[in-house]
């Protein structure tokens, strides 16, 4: 179970440089003033730049590390790491599966758009929440699930050959560094500890090679800068900067498709 264990304390090494980079530093810097709830969510008048909306070189350095790690493993994922964290986990398990990260793979994300919302301090308001969500997984689908088509690694336990990266892993990585540009680090720590617990029970399940999660972490983290970066171009375009803009309106429409077993949600918005 070694491998078990060095697998647990890489995660939790990663994670915790990740906190400390020198983009939360910046982060950290901005504080909204205190304002109801109800104009810093809806008025797009309050809206203001924020450090952590301009890039920094620097902040490529951690999802860097992990997407180079997960496609060296990639190259052959059959390698000893991989076999080795695999035989660990499936000995864990003992055929046994969880099918939480099913569900907590969205908790990150959501988050991050409803808890300005409910009285958390937020650096941005709703509308631009919104945005830097949609930009961050815009990003995070077209790296993610462009890997997998390119890239047709097989799966563990040989399902399909879509396992390069982790899907799910992506995704809540990217909902954990969105909580953590937003909120700042103790909402980020509850995501990073979400989105961990998603990649580790990836591994439990035997869905993924340890390189997928890597991968997928990394992609995650990036997106969610991306996003961040973008909201800048992305408010000249949307003139959400026009304080003579009247009012908004955003529709979100769930959809279910019972004979491909598909989800698909579709978003309206006029600014």
Same mark, same amino acid.
């Given at each position: 179970?070694?491998? !078990?264990?060095?697998?647990?304390? #890489?995660?939790? %090494?990663?994670?915790?440089?990740?906190?400390?980079?020198?983009?939360?530093?910046?982060?950290?810097?901005?504080?909204?003033?205190? *304002?109801?709830?109800?104009?810093?969510?809806?008025? %797009?008048?309050?809206? &203001?730049?924020?450090?952590?909306?301009?890039?920094?070189?620097?902040?490529?350095?951690?999802?860097?590390?992990?997407?180079? @790690?997960?496609?060296?493993?990639?190259?052959?994922?059959? &390698?000893? +790491?991989?076999? @080795?964290?695999?035989?660990? #986990?499936?000995?864990?398990?003992?055929?046994?599966?969880?099918?939480?990260?099913?569900?907590?793979?969205?908790?990150?994300?959501? @988050?991050? +758009?409803?808890?300005?919302?409910?009285?958390?301090?937020?650096?941005? &308001?709703?509308?631009?929440?919104? +945005?830097?969500?949609?930009?961050?997984?815009?990003?995070?689908?077209?790296?993610?699930?462009?890997?997998?088509?390119?890239?047709?690694?097989?799966?563990?336990?040989?399902?399909?050959?879509?396992?390069?990266?982790?899907?799910? *892993?992506?995704?809540?990585?990217?909902?954990?560094? !969105?909580?953590?540009?937003?909120?700042?680090?103790?909402?980020?720590?509850?995501?990073?500890?979400?989105?961990?617990? *998603?990649?580790? +029970?990836?591994?439990?399940?035997?869905?993924?090679?340890?390189?997928?999660?890597?991968?997928?972490?990394?992609?995650?983290?990036?997106?969610?800068?991306?996003?961040?970066?973008?909201?800048?171009?992305?408010?000249?375009?949307?003139?959400?900067?026009?304080? &003579?803009?009247?009012? @908004?309106?955003?529709?979100?429409?769930?959809?279910?498709?019972?004979?491909?077993?598909?989800?698909?949600?579709?978003?309206?918005? *006029?600014?």
């Amino acid at each position: 179970m070694k491998y !078990l264990h060095y697998t647990y304390k #890489f995660i939790s %090494i990663i994670t915790l440089f990740l906190l400390m980079s020198p983009s939360q530093a910046l982060c950290a810097t901005t504080v909204l003033d205190s *304002v109801e709830i109800s104009q810093r969510e809806f008025d %797009i008048s309050s809206a &203001n730049d924020t450090l952590c909306d301009k890039f920094n070189s620097k902040q490529l350095i951690v999802p860097g590390i992990f997407m180079v @790690s997960g496609l060296a493993g990639a190259i052959d994922y059959k &390698n000893s +790491l991989n076999r @080795s964290v695999n035989d660990a #986990f499936t000995d864990l398990s003992d055929g046994k599966t969880c099918k939480i990260d099913d569900y907590l793979r969205f908790l990150p994300s959501a @988050s991050h +758009l409803l808890f300005g919302s409910i009285g958390v301090k937020s650096k941005h &308001n709703f509308k631009e929440r919104l +945005l830097i969500s949609a930009t961050s997984h815009a990003a995070m689908l077209i790296m993610g699930y462009g890997s997998k088509f390119i890239i047709k690694e097989q799966r563990p336990d040989m399902s399909n050959d879509h396992s390069f990266p982790s899907g799910h *892993v992506a995704l809540a990585f990217t909902g954990a560094e !969105l909580l953590r540009q937003e909120y700042g680090t103790a909402y980020g720590i509850a995501g990073y500890a979400v989105a961990t617990s *998603v990649a580790l +029970l990836r591994l439990y399940n035997n869905k993924h090679w340890f390189n997928d999660v890597l991968m997928g972490a990394g992609i995650g983290i990036l997106s969610a800068r991306i996003g961040c970066w973008l909201l800048p171009f992305e408010r000249k375009l949307f003139k959400i900067n026009n304080k &003579n803009a009247k009012s @908004s309106t955003i529709a979100i429409t769930p959809t279910y498709n019972i004979a491909d077993k598909a989800l698909s949600v579709s978003l309206f918005a *006029v600014f």
